[in-house]
């Protein structure tokens, strides 16, 4: 529908979300999470009395299909960070993945432009700067972001990571010097062979940049270091390539470590998931009759007219449903407090494993 008017999407949210209709707005004001006194700073941001000047502190992917071993997380009480090293943007970096917005975006009324970039080492110190100036027409800030790749060797390491920031505000036509120092300790990556951290001997690449894909200056800086391989071929070429061949065994050699074992879903504890109370006849009676409190509102909310409520209400309940599920009797009843007290977790659990009598004396129980 085509309305001859410029829109503009305001999100509040904790976390990344997909944006299928970003194509089809003007512009987006993300304020994360801003408090009590958010309204007034949207109002602000939106009207031009303050100018916009937050980078995003995470990659924003096309899809959650993006994202690698999304499909894996969350699945059991033992979580698995197979990825390694490549979490975030320095996984979309390295493998060359599209995203809708990367690492340390963010727009602003003003621009910015630098130069005169300097590197030098003084002992264990490297000292990167330049001169950022505000060459528009609003009073803003900026946040000059370092990345620094590594030498390609024989390990596997990101394409690049950051390894400092500065934030300066600028009037109209200000010019200021920044600078960003580092130690050299910075730069060495874990060798899980050696159990010591090691730099790399080699030519280093320093980009000063806007966000981790638009670089404004760059420098090369030659360190001497050590030369060490402590991954055998098999893991190099799954780390190497699209990650998908990465698995249980390799991730072992890789770290090192043993994944732990899953704990068996049986008998029920207090860390156990809601939904394996699933697994026992009693359980699942208990199961059904708390997750009923989220069904009956979803019922009712799809009986309510087309409209804001009706989307509001079924995304409570979903999320309701989302939560009960996900949780543990212990993390249900930290949260719940009065609604669902410490006994109630411990009736559950004794009711799940068939111990009728004990369940009904731990709903008896006083709570100190």
Known sequence: MLLNKKIIVVLYGGSVVELDFSNDIDAILNMFLPGQNGGSA???????????????????????KDIPFISEYSKNQVEVYKESVFVGYRYYESKGKSVKYPFGYGLSYTTFSYSDMSLYRQGDKINVSCTVENVGDYVGAEVVQLYVRA???QIFRPAKELKGFAKIYLDKGEKKKVEIELNLDDLKYYDVKLKKFVLDGGEYVFELSSDSQTVKLSSNLLLDGESSCPYEREVLDCYNGDLDMVDAKIFEKMSRLEIPLIPNKKPITLNSRFTDLKLTPLGKLLFKAVLSIPNKQLRKAKRL???????????GAIFLKRVLESNTLNCMSMAEGRRFPYNFAEGFMHLANGRVLKGIASFCKKIK
């Open 42 to 64: 949207t109002f602000n941001l939106l009207y031009g009395v303050k100018t916009p000047s937050g980078k995003l502190a995470e990659t924003w992917v096309n899809s959650i």
């Open 151 to 153: 030498p390609k060797k």
């Open 305 to 315: 007219p087309k409209g804001k409520e009706k989307d509001n209400k079924i995304k």
